[in-house]
């Protein structure tokens, strides 16, 4: 709904965009897009992909009519096997919601050059760091590599919140304690660089079962570490917590001079 309604993460998306260099090319790596194996969007011309439903006519009329670009997906498929990971080109993929509804703030103009990269749950964490470094000459060619997902991930209590509320869950309903205790938790392990925390964050951190009873909403966020370096400069920057479960905060991860 952020990409219809006047939304808290709009603004803020938007000037993030304006603060950061002006990409050659996004890749976007999305919770909605998951496969056995990783796969690289290849399409010249990639469809906006309406991949949700039970929401308002209009965001089916969106379309996010960005150039795909399939020459940088080709790096990335080599990066990726180059480092032993078995991948392969889907021609045909568009962008999912993931991809196109924060982008619709950061680039309006839909006039930077846009593709995907796959997650695959059921590899891991480990795998998505190593994915992440995998990728991560990439952003030093001019690539905004992007992790699309969300800190915390808990649709079974946003849906009860609905459900008491009416059509939304309430924007300024009381924070679930236990989504500030895993955002600071995360938060603190991604600043002092504590990879093996984050491989085994679900063993060491408070909650991180009902923060994301599946993973696939986290695992962007490893990728997008990975890609910055050893150690990146990490910036947090506070969106919100729709229905009081659902922090929506965004990490900036900026690799360290050599």
């Known amino acids: 709904m952020a990409a219809l309604r006047a939304s808290p993460v709009a603004e803020p ?29 290849t399409a010249p011309r990639p469809p906006t992909v309406h991949d949700f439903g039970g929401f308002p006519p209009a965001l089916e009329r969106i379309r996010y ?9 080709g790096k990335a498929l080599a990066l990726l096997t180059a480092a032993g990971l078995p991948a392969s080109a889907n021609g045909c993929r568009g962008l999912d919601h993931g991809a ?4 619709l703030h950061m680039y309006p103009q839909a006039d930077v050059p846009v593709f995907q990269v796959s997650i695959q749950p059921s590899l891991g964490t480990a795998h998505h760091l190593r994915l992440g470094a995998a990728l991560a000459p990439l952003a030093g060619e001019g690539v905004l ?14 849906g009860r919140l ?18 500030r205790t ?3 938790e995360v938060e603190a392990a991604l600043r002092r660089g504590d990879v093996d925390w984050l491989a085994s964050y679900r063993e060491r951190a408070a909650d991180a079962q ?13 990728v ?19 229905g009081g479960v659902i922090a929506m905060d965004a990490f900036v991860f900026t690799a360290r001079a050599a």
């Open 100 to 103: 196109w509804v924060p982008l």
């Open 162 to 179: 609905v459900h008491q509320h009416g059509s939304q869950a309430e924007p300024g309903s009381a924070v679930a304690p236990y989504v």
């Open 224 to 242: 997008a570490y990975a890609a910055a370096g050893d150690r990146p400069r990490v910036e947090r920057i506070e969106l919100g917590v729709d």
């Open 210 to 222: 009902r923060a994301h009873p599946t993973e696939e909403h986290f695992l962007p966020l490893l």
């Open 65 to 73: 009519p960005a150039p795909g670009a399939p020459e940088v997906a």
């Open 13 to 41: 998306w938007a000037a993030l965009a304006r603060a950061l260099p002006r990409p050659q090319v996004l890749l976007v790596l999305s919770a909605h897009w998951e496969t056995e194996l990783p796969m690289v969007g």
């Open 145 to 158: 590599i992007v992790g699309s997902g969300s800190i915390t991930h808990n649709l079974a209590e946003w």
């Open 182 to 184: 895993f955002r600071d």
